[in-house]
């Protein structure tokens, strides 16, 4: 499993903003992040899932 914190996120997502990255993750468009150690990750499992769901539809 791999997690990726949030600069990781916002390139794999084309430089997303924070807000809208935070934005998303409230509609449901990306999931939840957990806290480790204090710092936020997303599984980058996940986030593949979100993406290939949004771009099925």
């Known amino acids: 499993m791999n997690y990726l ?3 990781e996120l916002r390139r794999k997502l084309g ?3 924070r807000t809208t990255i935070y934005r998303d993750v409230e509609a449901g ?3 939840e992040p957990i806290k480790l150690g204090g710092r936020l ?3 980058e499992e996940d986030i593949d899932k ?3 769901k ?3 539809k």
Do not use: E, K
């Open 41 to 43: 990750y997303w599984v």
């Open 50 to 52: 979100a993406l290939a």
């Open 5 to 7: 914190n949030f600069s």
């Open 54 to 56: 949004q771009f099925t």
């Open 15 to 17: 430089d997303r903003g």
């Open 29 to 31: 468009r990306l999931p």
